[in-house]
């Protein structure tokens, strides 16, 4: 029984890459579009900041971001996403800084391979395609409003 669960499992797992190939052989990315942006930083946070350089206290920063919803269209071979990405520094339960922002994606020539696997390809390529907008969102904001933020990592 365990042998036909590998196998089955084996199959439905080559069935996955072989509709991920599929979909990366023939997709074109049309569009990234940032569809609405939130930002706000209380006038506590300069303060705890300026505490935290000299070492007292410390400022938690944290951000995430994803796949909201995906939009496909078998007829036209079209398929769009949602992405909605966030960044916060914290003090505590107190929120000091806080960046939102939401980014359209579209893509044309997607093969019919499944809601799944276009789903699978949307959440893992769509955040690729929208994380340097918001990453480059950040770091112009920090600058405008002098909140010293540091550089947001690379995704991996």
Not at 3 to 10: A, P, R, Y
Not at 25 to 32: A, G, P, Q, T, W
Not at 38 to 48: E, Q
Not at 97 to 106: D, G, S
Request: glycine share 6%; aromatic share 10%; net charge neutral.
């Amino acid at each position: 029984m365990s042998d036909e669960l590998s196998k089955n499992g084996s199959a439905e797992k080559a069935a996955a890459v072989a509709a991920y190939d599929k979909i990366v052989e023939s997709v074109e990315l049309v569009d990234v579009r940032m569809m609405d942006v939130k930002f706000s930083v209380k006038p506590k946070y300069y303060s705890a900041l300026e505490a935290e350089r000299k070492g007292k206290g410390q400022l938690i920063r944290g951000y995430d971001g994803g796949v909201v919803n995906v939009t496909y269209d078998a007829e036209l071979l079209v398929a769009s996403a949602r992405i909605d990405w966030h960044t916060e520094v914290t003090k505590g339960k107190s929120k000091l800084l806080n960046v939102e922002a939401t980014y359209y994606i579209m893509y044309r020539h997607v093969p019919d391979v499944g809601e799944t696997h276009i789903n699978a390809y949307l959440s893992k390529v769509g955040r690729f395609a929208t994380y340097p907008y918001f990453r480059g969102l950040v770091a112009h904001l920090s600058w405008e409003s002098s909140a010293d933020l540091p550089v947001m990592p690379v995704l991996k």
